[in-house]
């Protein structure tokens, strides 16, 4: 697919981050991002990024694996284009789950449909398993840290709905896990 670049107001040698599948998200020095609606840097799709080998230091992708076609040819484009860190996110196996549980404890029932759409029409092409995508890093002199994205149960219960006193009390509840998040830091003495 090809790529148009817009608002390139600097020289790219310049950049030094790089968020793939931006969205809404303003961090980085260049923004990437398929859809024109989140104004990115460039257009273009991650699968097939128009950079030079080691162009960033660093490069931040969350939750763009599982949309893709082929995630494991965006993988190795976000390798070649790093050349430090890249930090990665996907969502688990039962992402959709807590959001169905807030809507129907927060009784906004008209979003339950949507989250049960959401799964049906298979929206997430894939489901990324985390050892996978670290075995790959490794095989390619990466340094793999994972962490779970997590929050409080009670957060399900819609914390703005909640008496003070009681929202006082959620930081003391069971975590859950939506998602995972890898950051991994090239060993540079190593060959890729």
């Known amino acids: 697919m090809a790529c ?8 790219l040698t310049t950049f030094k981050t790089l968020n793939v599948g931006c969205g809404k998200d303003q961090w980085g020095d260049v923004r990437l991002d398929i859809k024109r609606e989140f104004s990115p840097t460039v257009i273009a799709d991650a699968q097939n990024l128009p950079f030079r080998e080691k162009s960033f230091k660093v490069t931040k992708a969350m939750n763009v694996l599982e949309h893709l076609n082929e995630p494991s040819r965006a993988i190795k484009q976000l390798i070649d284009i790093t ?6 996110s996907f969502p688990t196996e039962w992402d959709v789950i807590p959001h169905i549980m ?12 949507y989250y049960t759409r959401y ?25 793999c840290t994972t962490k779970k994205g997590r929050y409080h149960v009670f957060n399900i219960l819609g914390s703005r709905r909640l008496p003070s006193r009681i929202r006082s009390w959620i930081r003391f509840s069971p975590l859950v896990t939506d998602a995972y998040i890898i950051e991994a830091q090239y060993n540079s003495h190593e060959k890729r």
Do not use: A, C, D, Q
């Not at 050349?83 to 990665?88: D, H, Q």
């Not at 807030?102 to 449909?113: A, M, T």
């Open 83 to 88: 050349g430090e860190k890249l930090i990665m």
């Open 4 to 11: 148009r670049y817009i608002h390139m107001t600097r020289n």
């Open 102 to 113: 807030s809507s129907f404890i927060s009784l906004n029932w008209r979003v339950i449909p």
């Open 119 to 143: 799964r049906t029409l298979r929206w997430h092409k894939w489901i990324i398993k985390r050892e996978v995508v670290v075995k790959f890093l490794t095989e390619r002199g990466w340094r």
